[in-house]
């Protein structure tokens, strides 16, 4: 299952994400290379957003056009 956690320490928050590997159908090794890109947003009301922040994807076409996404590299 994918699991969540958020936290406010000392002024920031932390968002932790669990996501199985077998959920994504990948089998990880270490140097493995994935795309991965990391948007969050702000809306304090309910309604229109007020802000985004974005890790890589500065077009928001990351879902059709994953040349824009950043890379990570797995390791022990």
Request: cysteine-free.
């Amino acid at each position: 299952a994918i699991a969540h956690q958020a936290e406010h320490i000392q002024g920031y928050y932390v968002l932790t994400l669990s996501i199985p590997w077998n959920s994504l159908h990948a089998r990880p090794r270490i140097g493995h290379r994935i795309g991965i890109d990391v948007h969050v947003n702000d809306d304090d009301d309910g309604g229109d957003r007020e802000g985004k922040l974005v890790w890589r994807d500065r077009t928001d076409n990351a879902y059709r056009n994953p040349s824009v996404l950043g890379e990570v590299v797995l390791a022990e």
